[in-house]
């Protein structure tokens, strides 16, 4: 939970929630996409925009930032045995300051480990 929160602070809200929208749609977290989708449509969020997260390269709904968080959200999920490749990191450094960039990391890091404990032990998001 103080990972999460120390991530959040400063964090654009919207990009943190798409970050982990994005996450949680790659590890099959029903519970944690059922949350930040409610979390970000609160924060005003389009259906649209929602609905193209899952494939936002080929939309035009997103801005730089938002690309480059994305990007780099699933380069940290995915992450395989040759690590976060060099232009999405690099990406991601030109859109955020240092300080941004690493709560980003943050943020990914920490809604893989809700979503990693959310499908062991088969949340679900309640109906609405």
Known sequence: MALNKAAAHGLDPVVAELVKIRASQLNGCAFCLDMHTHDASKLGLSEQKLHGIGVWRETPFFTARERAALALSEAV??????GVPDDVFD???R???EAELARLIAMCITINAWN???VTTRLSPAAR
Do not use: K, N, P, Y
């Open 77 to 82: 999920t995915r992450l395989g045995e040759h």
């Open 91 to 93: 990406e991601a450094a």
């Open 95 to 97: 859109q955020f300051d």
């Open 116 to 118: 990693r404990i959310g």
